[in-house]
């Protein structure tokens, strides 16, 4: 089974994680209540001091009025005042920076103070036409008369002797004062966002450590192989974020019922298969005892000297060797469920090179048809396992090397030591392993379907399918690894132990 993958790899731009979306939401946010705030703070403001701009306007333009329509001191010293710009602008009590036009009927005069200087300027022709196109307003209006003068604020009004004339105050005071004010918002309001952002990503990040925590517990569960063997799923969400009350609370209580859920089924699954383990155990420990009885009758009634008839020596027979292969095969099975218990093998140093002689000389012995070559390093190697179950392993690959190929067919078995491991390779020029059959060749009663048909009854070896996943679960033990590699002319297992 294979383990559970990793989070999968996505292409394309990374998405934004949730603590930069919230922090931006709250920054985007207070920018645009700053910047409303702001600008209505602006308006408000600069209404209130144009309106003062126009009382003061209007009182301007009332002198003005006096002025040139010939009331007041001028008219008691009997002067006569020409209805100018001029004597507007010379007029008493006239704020600074006022500017004035006259239209007495014929010709139109124009003039203003300047603010800085105080002297009396006229205004340009150009200038001149844009006011002359407000002669008749007798509300304030604003004009832009363009070039140093700005924005103005104009009215006009008849004089009692009817003289048209228009009075400006500049607006340039209100402007500033707005200008600044807007400059100390933008200010206030950027450093507020700025300070906003480093709180909010502060408190975001503080706010999304339980779901970190909920995350790493996963990812150690996820990590688990919970596929096989005992495991017990212990590793729990702290209970501090398991309050249902807030969201990440709800994820980690849900995370902790289904590692419940999860660990009782485990614990199900595992008391199950301890179930059958025992089982296989005690069924194959008590096969053999019968099955002992069955090969010892059976050789005594075949020695007892008595003469029987050809068939019934024959059946005795095959009575005694199904019974040793039987024999055989409770063995293995009785192996595996012990292997499968997890029960400690022996572990020793072992000296692989006499291992390696034995069990080439015995599978010598018994395959004279095949070439056996061995090719030993020069000093000997010693590696950490149980002598009797590595004598097995060989001897499972061995046999296999034998019964699975030809008569004829070369078969080297190699030692070499290898960093910490040493590494016995047993490597046949047979036919090869069928592909199909290479993903599931360790697991138990895998075998070829030649093998199949070698059913001992016809004079065939009786292969079961155990030999290699007995191989496999005897290596693992030992902390080693098997590998296979086989195409026609050339299979090879590849068995690494740790060196002693
Ligand atoms: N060297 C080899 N060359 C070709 N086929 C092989 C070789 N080794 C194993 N096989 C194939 O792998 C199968 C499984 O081998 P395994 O040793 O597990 O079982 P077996 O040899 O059939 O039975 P057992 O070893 O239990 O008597 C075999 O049936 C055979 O088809
Ligand atoms: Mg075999």
């Known amino acids: 089974m294979s383990h559970p993958a990793a989070a999968p790899k996505r292409s394309g731009r990374a998405p934004w994680t949730l603590r930069r979306r919230l922090v931006l939401t709250v920054v985007g946010l207070l920018a645009l209540v700053s910047i409303v705030i702001g600008a209505v703070s602006v308006a408000i403001l600069r209404g209130s001091l144009v309106d003062r701009l126009d009382v003061q306007l209007a009182s301007a333009a009332g002198r003005s009025g006096s002025v040139i329509g010939g009331d007041g001191d001028n008219d008691n010293r009997g002067f006569f005042i020409a209805p100018t710009a001029d004597a507007i602008l010379r007029g008493p009590a006239q704020p600074p920076g006022l500017l004035a036009l006259v239209f007495d009927g014929s010709t139109i005069t124009t003039g203003y103070t300047d603010n800085e200087s105080g002297a009396i300027r006229t205004l340009e022709p150009r200038q001149v036409q844009l006011l002359a196109d407000h002669i008749k307003q007798s509300t304030p209006v604003t004009v832009d008369l363009e070039g140093s003068l700005g924005q103005y604020r104009v009215v006009a009004e008849t004089s009692r002797t009817g003289t048209l ?260 390779t047993v490597r046949d020029d047979g036919p090869g392993i069928p592909e199909e059959l290479q993903t599931t060749l360790f697991e138990r009663f895998a075998r070829g379907d030649t093998s199949r048909s070698r059913d001992s009854s016809r004079g065939g070896t009786g292969s079961t399918g155990l030999g290699l996943a007995i191989v496999q679960a005897v290596v693992v033990a030992l902390h080693g690894d098997v590998t296979v590699s086989s195409e026609p002319g050339r299979t090879e297992f590849r068995v690494s132990l740790p060196l002693a």
């Not at 069955?294 to 005594?300: A, C, K, T």
């Not at 055989?328 to 090179?353: F, H, K, N, S, W």
């Open 165 to 424: 004339y228009l009075v400006g105050l500049p607006l340039s005071g209100v402007n500033s004062t707005a200008t600044q004010l807007a400059a100390i918002i933008a200010f206030v309001s950027l450093a507020g966002i700025l300070l906003v952002a480093a709180l909010a990503a502060w408190i975001v990040r503080f706010a999304l450590r339980p779901l970190q925590r909920v995350t790493e517990t996963a990812s150690r569960v996820a990590s688990l192989p919970l596929d096989r063997g005992e495991v017990s799923l212990v590793d729990r969400v702290p209970e501090a974020d398991t309050d249902a009350r807030t969201e990440v609370g709800r994820v980690g209580l849900a995370l902790n019922r289904m590692l419940d859920h999860v660990d009782l089924a485990l614990e199900t699954r595992q008391a199950s298969e301890r179930k059958v383990r025992q089982f296989v155990s005690d069924a194959s420990h008590e096969l053999r005892t019968p099955l002992a009885s069955i090969r010892g009758y059976s050789e005594l009634t075949r020695r007892s000297g008595q003469e029987l008839p050809p068939d019934a020596m024959h059946a005795l027979g095959r009575i005694e060797s199904e019974s040793i292969r039987m024999t055989g095969l409770v063995e293995d099975l009785l192996l595996l469920a012990r292997l499968d218990e997890g029960r400690e093998l022996e572990l020793e140093p072992v000296d692989l090179t006499r291992l390696l002689v034995d069990a080439v000389s015995d599978a010598h012995a018994a395959g004279r048809d095949h070439v056996w070559n061995l090719d030993l390093p020069e000093d000997p190697i010693q590696a950490i396992g149980d002598p009797a179950r590595l004598h097995q392993v060989l001897a499972n690959l061995l046999a296999n090397a034998r019964v699975h190929t030809p008569a004829g067919t070369t078969v080297t078995v190699a030692l070499a030591a290898e960093n910490d491991r040493a590494i016995v």
